[in-house]
């Protein structure tokens, strides 16, 4: 992988995870209290018919899991964006010259 692509996964990547937390704070008030946690437990129950709360192992590891995949996608696309980025800009260097 070249350095912009590996720049831009991890500049994604933070992001992504403040995104998520962020999501967590407004939805739920704080970390870990209610948020995806509460609404990975609603939509298991409603799918599978089951009973439980937003802290069973379950629910903790699928919220984990979405959270993961989440932060994974947002890391690529940030990887793709500061390639086309840096790929531009050194294009436009060289044209400048």
Same mark, same amino acid.
């Given at each position: 992988?070249?350095?912009?692509?590996?720049?831009?996964?991890?500049?994604?990547?933070?992001?992504?995870?403040?995104?998520?937390?962020?999501?967590?704070?407004?939805?739920?008030?704080?970390?870990?209290? &209610?948020?995806? /946690?509460?609404? *990975? $437990? !609603?939509? =298991?129950?409603?799918?599978? %018919?089951?009973?439980?709360?937003?802290?069973?192992?379950?629910?903790?590891?699928?919220?984990?899991?979405?959270?993961?995949?989440?932060?994974?996608?947002?890391?690529?696309?940030? &990887?793709?964006? /500061?390639?086309? *980025? $840096? !790929?531009? =800009?050194?294009?436009?260097? %060289?044209?400048?010259?």
């Amino acid at each position: 992988m070249k350095k912009p692509f590996k720049i831009g996964m991890l500049i994604g990547c933070l992001l992504g995870i403040s995104v998520a937390f962020g999501m967590d704070l407004i939805m739920g008030g704080t970390i870990g209290n &209610g948020g995806w /946690f509460q609404a *990975v $437990a !609603t939509d =298991l129950n409603s799918v599978l %018919k089951t009973n439980y709360s937003q802290d069973d192992l379950i629910v903790i590891v699928c919220a984990i899991l979405i959270v993961a995949v989440f932060v994974a996608i947002n890391s690529f696309f940030g &990887g793709i964006f /500061f390639t086309l *980025v $840096a !790929t531009f =800009l050194d294009f436009m260097a %060289k044209k400048g010259k």
